[in-house]
């Protein structure tokens, strides 16, 4: 009997063992399917999020856009009071140095109401630098010029005889016209420059003055050298600020400015001379000047930002050519090696069945058979019950993967029910 009991004993605790491996996958599908529907939620819930987020940056970029235009009208605002300053500057600079070519003047002259007119003009720039309001200052200032300059030219008359004419006996049109000549036509640069030089050292004063000034910034201006054509430039604009030749030079200094890769300063100059000489030619040629300036920065903007999509998309490129290089190579390593015929018939035997109890053998049927072994302590079976050696080829356990179904179990639940 006991021969018959362990057998039976053993096919049910077998097939019991593959119920419950059978209810535990089924039981873990159900939690999968939970995890995947979670999931599900999950992304929806962050679309929804993105949504959101995105809406809040169209909003947010809006307001960027808003604060843009309004730092743009301030900065107007703050360009138009720093030119008026500037003016109002200039203005004081011109005064001041009218002032003092006018007290030379009158040292030269050395007559004997030279002490009344140096009083006169010391008060006039003490009420100058007293007065507060920039308006009365320049007020004031006039004033004083215009009874000086009246003063100076009754001087002037009654001291024709202490003045000498050699200078408007010999006129020095010619050598400027020579420098004309070289600079356009010629195009001997060199030479040109030390004519003008020579020009402005002999007639400072000259009407033609502001221009062989301004020939000579354009000499360095064509040669490249635009440092010294800004300086040159701006001799003209401070010493003949009343010459034909201030606008050209301010545009001339804006060009230098902007070879030298200062653009803010080439762009102020350039509006300077449209609000200041609107209808002069300059004003034309800085208003062409800027409006391609502006395309061309449109341009390189569009240039660079098509430059960065480039590199992304190598970038990305080379990120997926890269990742199945590396799989590749570890496929390769990973591949098992053929053996040959020879190697195959000298390996042993033994080495097979090894490796399918390992696969068929799983946890749950190692308990049954842990627990059936001490079943079997239990009973305290004779000696010829030692078939507990024998059930060890249970580890090949060939029939476990035949009892997967678990349909073939049913009789024995009919059996139970009785």
Same mark, same amino acid.
């Given at each position: ?63 960027? !856009? ?16 720093? /030119? ?57 200032? +006039? ?21 000498? $004419? ?29 004519? /003008?030089? $020579? /020009? ?9 003055? !502001? ?45 230098? /400015? ?41 341009? &390189? ?42 190697? &195959? ?12 109890? !390992? ?58 029910? +009785?």
């Amino acid at each position: 009997m006991k021969k018959i009991i362990l057998p039976l004993v053993l096919s049910a605790m077998i097939v019991l063992a593959c119920f419950d491996y059978s209810s535990a996958l089924t039981l873990k599908k159900k939690s999968l399917r939970k995890t995947v529907e979670e999931m599900q939620l999950q992304v929806a819930a962050g679309a929804k999020k993105s949504a959101r987020t995105d809406a809040t940056l169209a909003d947010i970029g809006a307001d960027m !856009d808003v604060m843009r235009q309004d730092l743009t009208t301030l900065s107007g605002m703050i360009e138009e009071k720093a /030119f008026d300053m500037e003016q109002m500057r200039e203005a004081v600079e011109l005064l001041s140095e009218v002032m003092q070519t006018l007290e030379e003047r009158i040292k030269i002259l050395e007559t004997p109401s030279e002490e009344a007119l140096e009083k006169e003009a010391t008060a006039a720039l003490k009420r100058a630098e007293e007065s507060k309001a920039q308006t009365e200052l320049i007020a004031e200032i +006039k004033t004083a010029l215009a009874a000086l300059t009246v003063r100076v030219d009754a001087i002037d008359g009654i001291n024709e005889d202490n003045e000498t $004419d050699a200078q408007e006996s010999i006129d020095p049109t010619p050598e400027y016209t020579k420098g004309l000549d070289l600079v356009r036509k010629k195009k001997d640069y060199t030479k040109a420059l030390v004519v /003008f030089k $020579d /020009f402005l050292s002999k007639n400072p004063e000259h009407d033609l003055a !502001d221009n062989a000034r301004y020939w000579i910034g354009e000499i360095h201006y064509v040669r490249g050298e635009y440092e010294k054509a800004i300086l040159e430039f701006n001799k003209v604009i401070k010493n003949y600020k009343d010459g034909d030749k201030v606008a050209a030079a301010i545009l001339k200094q804006g060009y230098s /400015f902007e070879k030298l890769g200062s653009k803010k300063e080439a762009g102020m100059l350039l509006n300077k001379i449209i609000k200041k000489y609107p209808d002069s030619p300059e004003a034309k040629m800085a208003r062409e000047h800027l409006k391609k300036a502006a395309k061309e920065a449109k341009k &390189e903007k569009k240039k660079k930002e098509k430059e960065e999509k480039k590199k992304e998309k190598t970038i990305k490129i080379n990120k997926k050519t890269t990742k199945p290089a590396k799989t590749l190579e570890s496929v390769k390593a990973t591949k098992p090696v053929k053996a040959t015929k020879s190697e &195959e018939a000298s390996k042993p035997e033994e080495a097979a069945p090894k490796k399918s109890s !390992d696969k068929k053998v799983s946890k749950p049927v190692k308990a049954t058979l842990e627990k059936v072994s001490e079943l079997v302590k239990a009973i305290k079976p004779d000696k010829a019950v030692k078939p507990v050696k024998a059930a060890e080829p249970v580890k090949a356990a060939k029939p476990v993967k035949a009892a997967k179904p678990v349909k073939a179990s049913e009789p024995v639940k009919a059996s139970g029910a +009785k």
